[in-house]
C-alpha cells in the first residue's frame, strides 16, 4: 500500500491536482480554496448572503458495500454520493470535500487508486473540491467518512419540517432499482449472503430471471447512483417545496421521518409509486417502498403551487405519489381500495435487517 502517511499525503496531493487540471468548475463556484490538502485544516471561502451547510456520511465495509460486489470506483462514487444527495436535500450547492479513509492493512495502492478516481470524477461533475481529510490502517475492515461543505442562499435552505396537511407529495425518478441492482449483483456472486440461509438456488434462480435490460439498469443505479442537486437547488429557488428529504434508506422509512419532522401524516396511492418495470407488480412495489439507496427526493408542494411544477425535470419524470393528511402515520391505499398502515421498512442500523451488503 502506502509506506507512510507522509507518502499517502503527497500521492493524494498529486491525484487531486492532476484531476483538477483542465477541467472548468460551474459558474460561481470558481476558486474559493484558500489551502487544501496537506497542512492541519483546510482554508475555504463562503460566498456573501449564503448559508453554510456541513453533512457527514459513513460507508461501511459489510455494511455500505462489498469488496465482491462493489469496485473500488463505485466505492468512492458512493460514498461522495451519499453526502452529495444530503446537500440537495437542502436545496444547496455542494463545495467542497473532507475524505476520511481508514483501510484494512490488506488493501492494495491500486485499490485506493480507483477508489479516489470514483469519487473524484463524481466530485468533478458536480463542482466539488476535495480539500483534506485523514487516513488510518486497521485491522479491521475498511472505513469511509465523508463530510460535504455546500452553501445555500440565505433563507432558501429546504427543511424536513414544512410539510402541510393538503401538500402534494411527489418523488423523483423510479424508486426501487438500487435495492433490485444488488440483488442482481447477489444472485452473480455464490459467495454473497442470500437472504436466508435455505434460500440461495431460489434467490440466484429469480433474480436471474430479471430482463437484461432492466438488469443493467439496477446494477449502473447501485453502483453508481445520481445525486439530484440541480432539482434541489430548483424546487428551492422556485420556492415550491415546503418539505425535502433525500431518499437513502427507503421510501417507507424516509416519508415517516418527513411527516415525523412536521408533525403531519400521509397517504401514498400504490398504483402511483413508480417502482421498477418488473413483471410482478407486487415486487416492483415492494422495492420502490422499502429498497432504499436509490439517492431520489422525496418533497411536499402546496397545492396551490403543484400546477406549476414541470412534470419532468431534465428528463427525468417527477412522480406525484399521494398527499399529505393532518392524521399522524403514513396509509397505503391498494388498487382495491383498501387502506393499510404503512410501517416503516426501510434500512435501519439500529434494527437487525437484511437488505444490504
Not at 466505492?75 to 450547492?93: C, E, K
Not at 479516489?116 to 458536480?126: I, P, S, T, V
Amino acid at each position: 500500500m502506502f509506506r507512510t502517511e507522509n507518502e499517502f499525503v503527497q500521492w493524494l496531493q498529486a491525484f487531486a491536482a492532476s484531476r483538477e487540471r483542465g477541467h472548468t468548475r460551474p459558474a460561481g463556484l470558481e476558486g474559493g480554496v484558500k489551502l487544501g490538502i496537506g497542512d492541519d485544516a483546510a482554508l475555504v471561502h463562503v460566498r456573501g448572503g449564503c448559508e453554510l451547510i456541513l453533512t457527514t456520511d459513513m460507508s461501511l465495509e459489510n455494511v455500505h458495500f462489498t469488496c465482491e460486489l462493489h469496485p473500488a470506483r463505485a466505492v468512492g462514487h458512493r460514498a461522495l454520493a451519499r453526502s452529495l444527495s444530503d446537500v440537495a436535500a437542502m436545496g444547496g450547492f455542494p463545495r467542497y470535500a473532507l475524505v476520511s479513509l481508514a483501510l484494512r492493512e490488506q488493501t492494495r495502492r491500486d485499490w485506493v487508486s480507483r477508489f479516489y478516481g470514483g469519487l473524484q470524477a463524481l466530485a468533478r461533475r458536480f463542482g466539488v473540491r476535495l480539500v483534506g481529510g485523514d487516513t488510518a490502517v486497521v485491522q479491521g475492515r475498511t472505513f469511509i467518512d465523508v463530510l460535504v461543505a455546500g452553501e445555500v442562499p440565505r433563507g432558501k435552505a429546504l427543511r424536513r419540517s414544512g410539510a402541510r396537511a393538503g401538500d402534494r407529495i411527489f418523488v423523483s425518478g423510479r424508486l426501487g432499482y438500487s435495492a433490485l441492482g444488488l440483488r442482481v449483483l447477489r444472485s452473480r456472486f455464490a459467495k454473497a449472503p442470500p437472504p436466508s440461509p435455505n434460500s440461495a438456488g431460489l434467490y440466484r434462480q429469480v433474480w436471474a430471471r430479471v430482463p437484461a435490460p432492466i438488469s443493467r439498469k439496477a446494477v449502473q443505479a447501485h453502483l453508481y447512483p445520481e445525486p439530484q442537486c440541480a432539482l434541489g437547488r430548483f424546487l428551492s429557488s422556485r420556492g415550491l417545496a415546503s418539505a425535502l428529504i433525500d431518499l437513502s434508506d427507503g421510501l417507507s422509512t424516509d416519508l415517516d421521518r418527513l411527516c415525523t419532522a412536521s408533525g403531519v401524516g400521509a397517504r401514498l396511492w400504490a398504483a402511483k409509486v413508480p417502482g421498477p418495470a418488473l413483471p410482478e407488480a407486487a415486487d416492483s412495489l415492494q422495492l420502490a417502498l422499502h429498497g432504499g439507496e436509490d439517492y431520489q427526493l422525496l418533497f411536499t408542494v402546496p397545492q396551490r403551487a403543484a400546477s406549476r411544477l414541470p412534470w419532468r425535470f431534465r428528463g427525468q419524470l417527477l412522480y406525484q405519489i399521494g398527499e399529505i393528511e393532518a392524521a399522524s402515520g403514513v396509509r397505503l391505499v391498494m388498487l382495491d381500495g383498501k387502506v393499510h398502515t404503512l410501517r416503516p421498512g426501510g434500512w435501519d442500523h439500529f434494527r437487525s435487517r437484511p437488505g444490504r451488503p
